[in-house]
């Protein structure tokens, strides 16, 4: 039986539009040693017809229906159906760069030691991609927790998104870990924290690898309760969480990233109406002692600001931010 380093996990839901561009950029740069699973999470366009064509056409291409229950089951099952060392998600309207698998796959073959191959991405809007400077880091892999992690942090090359990073497969399932189902906003940016956290050597990837498909179905478009409920939900429980990190310095960096958390929970607070926001401002309210804050460089001006002008008018800046960034999309 071959050895399958890599398991490409993509779930897909009415991606008729996108995922056979998804599918070839991958194809294109595989090799023995990659297994591809397609999860569909409950279609009604022709994304099976399509998934089906390509399962025929590559064995190594795997295609699983399940009824339509969102992203984070999809990929939860996409994990148990998997065989690879390592895992990568791949979200089916976006895709691999060029070339990018056999880095990896070489990534992977050089230290089976490693927890995590961190990786960097573009965005792209209408076909177009946006390139982007990536501070480089020597070494990385030569660190143990929790020095890995701080230099992540310290670089800005610390990026929580489950499709930005290379995961060994044993990871999640010896530290039981995986996406909270009910969950919709925050879901992977909570598992790959406490994944981060479990690691014990991380490599990474310099050459941006993955390309981010930005559209106004993305759930970055989306402003709703939900949404500030979930991501509300994450800070309140990486708060309580950092007790248990015993580096001061990493609970430091961690704090700073929970703490910007909670002012774009602040300002998505001021995209809902009136009555939805008045539900949920005696739970975040309880929190605002975070503006307060300082820490890093995106801290200290909203500490800065908040403390001239108050909440309502960081909350409603925090909107504005939001929206022009998702528009921009930067």
């Known amino acids: 039986m ?3 380093l890599l398991s490409i996990i993509i779930p897909i839901y009415n991606l ?16 023995k040693n990659v297994e591809i699973i397609l999860i569909d999470d409950g279609s009604k366009d022709k994304s099976r017809e399509i998934c089906n064509k390509y399962c025929q056409k590559y064995n190594y291409i795997k295609y699983f229906y399940q009824e339509n229950a969102g992203v984070s089951v999809a990929r939860n099952n996409g994990l148990k159906k998997a065989i690879g060392e390592y895992i990568l998600f791949v979200d089916g309207d976006d895709w691999i760069i060029e070339n990018s698998i056999p880095e990896i796959i070489d990534k992977i073959k050089k230290n089976k030691e490693i927890d995590i191959i961190a990786g960097n991405f573009v965005k792209s809007k209408n076909n177009k991609i946006k390139n982007k400077k990536v501070k480089p880091i020597t070494n990385l892999v030569e660190y143990d927790y929790p020095q890995n992690l701080i230099k992540l942090f310290e670089t ?3 990026n929580p998104s489950l499709w ?3 995961i060994k497969r044993n990871l999640f399932f010896d530290n039981n870990i995986f996406l909270e189902e009910n969950v919709k906003y925050t879901e992977d940016m ?3 924290i406490q994944l981060f956290l479990k690691t014990k050597k991380i490599d990474f990837i310099e050459k941006p690898f993955y390309v981010y498909r930005q559209n106004q179905m993305s759930a970055t478009h989306s402003y709703s309760l939900k949404r500030v409920d979930d991501t509300m939900n994450f800070v309140i429980k990486w708060l309580k969480n950092m007790k248990e990190i015993k580096s001061d310095e990493l609970e430091k960096y961690l704090f700073n990233f929970i703490q910007y958390q909670y002012a774009i929970v602040v300002g998505l607070l001021y995209t809902l109406k009136k009555d939805e926001r008045k539900k949920i401002m005696p739970k975040i309210k309880e929190k605002e002692y975070l503006l307060n804050n300082g820490l890093g460089k995106k801290g200290k001006i909203i500490h800065y600001i908040y403390n001239i002008f108050g909440f309502q008018f960081i909350g409603r800046l925090m909107a504005i931010f939001i929206k022009v960034k998702s528009k921009i999309g930067r």
Request: glycine fraction near 0%; aromatic fraction near 10%.
């Open 190 to 192: 909570d598992c790959m």
């Open 156 to 158: 800005n090359n610390f």
């Open 164 to 166: 930005c990073n290379i």
């Open 2 to 4: 071959k050895e399958i």
């Open 16 to 31: 008729e539009k996108y995922i056979s561009y998804c599918i070839d950029s991958i194809v294109s740069q595989v090799n």
